[in-house]
Nanobody
């Protein structure tokens, strides 16, 4: 299992920006997918964005155009740049790594957007 540590969460006003980072405990090797998910109180965890090792990215409709996922394979990190934040973006954000061995999750970082 890959160990993942998220950082960069916090409190921001609506319209503001935050940048989340996720550091992995080992080098990315082979085909793999890094992603961000989020879970708001009382709701199920949902996919926010993914970036695979061949350069493809995907976004949830609710964040497309506002959020950008990026990878730094040399530093074993993945970032989520979040702009034009809305109160409905408030959630715990989790980093995820998937490869042939399975799926690993970070501990989560809280993002709170005030109106």
């Amino acid at each position: 299992q890959v160990q993942l540590v998220e950082s960069g969460g916090g409190l921001v006003q609506a319209g503001g920006s935050l940048r989340l980072s996720c550091a992995a405990s080992e080098s990315f090797a082979g085909f793999n997918i890094m992603g961000w998910h989020r879970q708001a109180p009382g709701k199920e965890r949902e996919l926010v964005a993914t970036a695979n090792s061949v350069g493809d990215t995907t976004y949830a409709d609710s964040v497309r155009g506002r959020f950008t996922i990026s990878r730094d394979n040399a530093k074993n990190t993945v970032h989520l740049q979040m702009n034009s934040l809305k109160p409905e973006d408030t959630a715990v954000y989790y980093c995820r790594h998937s490869d042939y061995r399975g799926r690993s999750w970070g501990q989560g970082t809280q993002v709170t957007v005030s109106s």
